[in-house]
Each structure stands twice: as C-alpha cells, then as structure tokens.
C-alpha cells in the first residue's frame, strides 16, 4: 500500500516539528476566524457596515459562505500544500474543528438558535475530513492516478459551483465561478495542454456524476 501511494506522490522534504506545530496553530486560528466571521455576516446582514453592506449585497457574500464550495476550496488549499498526506489530514481536520466549532458557537450563544440539522450535516463532513483530505493530497502528484484523481476532486467542485440540468445551466454566484477557476489554478498540471484535458474530463465527469448523484451541495 505504501509503496502504491508512493507512486502517486511521494511526501516532501520534511520540516521541524515546531514548524509543524505552529502551521497546525495557524490554521486552527484561521478557521476560527472565518467561522466566526461567516455567521457574524449572516447574523448581522442588516447591521453591516457601509462598504462591508455593499459588497455583501453585491456578491452575496453572506450566503457564499453559507455553501460548500468554498470551504472544500480552502480545505483542497490545506491538503494539497501540506508536507505529507497525513500533516494534510491533520490540518485539514484541525481547520475545520476550528470552523464550524466557532461558527455554531456563535449561533448559539450570540445569535441566540442552533439549526440543529444544518449543524449535523457540517459535523459529519468535519468527522471525514481528514480521510478526504489525505486522498486529496495525492492530487498533487505527478502519476496518471494523481491526474485522474485531480479530475475527479474538480468534477466534485464544478457541481458545487454549478446548478444544471436538462436545458439550463447556471453558477450559484460568480464567487463561485471564481472558486472553480481557483480550483482549476490549483490543480493544473505541467503544461496548458494536460491541463486543459483535466479540465475538460471534470466537467465530463460531473456531468456523469450528476446523473448517478442528482443532487448538489450548495
């Protein structure tokens, strides 16, 4: 098994253990921060300021943060920059436990409800973050798995980006638009010519992926 993954991709030049704790102290904070910045956006939606209004009623900013797409961006961010698959693991876990941690502290205590259901949904993905994110930093690699493997993880982030169907197609916002470019970014491969392949075997892939699985993660 070891010597398969390796095949993919091989773990990076390793770094200091206090490196490693102050990366994994960084982004527990980091997501902290936006978790508790996501709800005070949709709490006080009303009561922003001024500029922070506008943008917010221009991009929608508030409900952008309230999907996946951008959260599975961040987390394929962490994963695939991380040192190795099991430091993506941990980061990506430890970032979320961070998220949604401070996201539905706040709504209980600040906001004064805690959408029970919604919470559940975002606890269970928070529960397999760390499976998805060693898989996903293998995406990383160089091999044809690792290329498939990309196309695969794009597919997934093009029907969270995207609704559509029989005869129409739309993006949720144009923030999500900018996510799936990000991911496109990401992802791509050595030269414009293999990239482009990934790209087009995603959107493929997501559309059959749509038919098996109608369903998206908005």
Known sequence: MIKFLNDIR???NPISNNRKIINTIALLFLGIALGIFAKYLDFRQAELPGVLMAIDEELDIS??????AIWVLIALCISIYSNSAIRASINVFVFFVGMVAS????????????????AMIWFGFTAVSPL?????????????????????????????????????????????VIVFIIGLIVLKRDTLRSSAIMGTMSIVLAFLLNIVIPFHFG
């Open 10 to 12: 091989n773990a990076e």
């Open 63 to 68: 409900n952008f943060l309230g999907r996946f």
């Open 132 to 176: 998805l994110a060693f898989v996903c930093w293998y995406a990383r690699g160089k091999s044809k798995r690792a290329f498939i493997l990309s196309a695969l993880i794009l597919a997934v982030l093009f029907n969270m980006c995207f609704v559509y169907g029989f005869g129409y197609f739309s993006a949720w916002s144009v923030l999500e």
């Open 103 to 118: 996201y539905y502290l706040y709504s209980n205590y600040i906001a004064g409800f805690f959408p029970r259901s919604y």
